[in-house]
């Protein structure tokens, strides 16, 4: 990466999966807030993926919530940095391409 403030947001963007986002708020969000207040958050039902390897904010098989939350963190950072990667890599090829 030749951007410097790419590398910086990318690692800014680290830190904050990894450290600080433990800290976040733990009452629930604004959808599931405003199910209860409406009154159909009881008719809700079970996620289809409640089972996945990433599902509630934390890395399945890992006992530690700090750790297991920081390496979903991490985990979410490294693959949209990735995919936004290949995605502008293409547009920029593709463009290059055409010109």
Known sequence: MKNPLVVAGLV???FLAA???FYASSHPDGFEK???E???L???EESPLKDSPLAEYGVAGVENERLSGALAGVIGVTTTAAVSFVIFYGMRRFGKSKS
Request: net charge neutral.
């Open 12 to 14: 800014l963007s680290l």
């Open 34 to 36: 405003a199910a209860g």
């Open 38 to 40: 409406i009154g159909f």
């Open 42 to 44: 009881d008719k809700a």
């Open 19 to 21: 450290g600080v986002s």
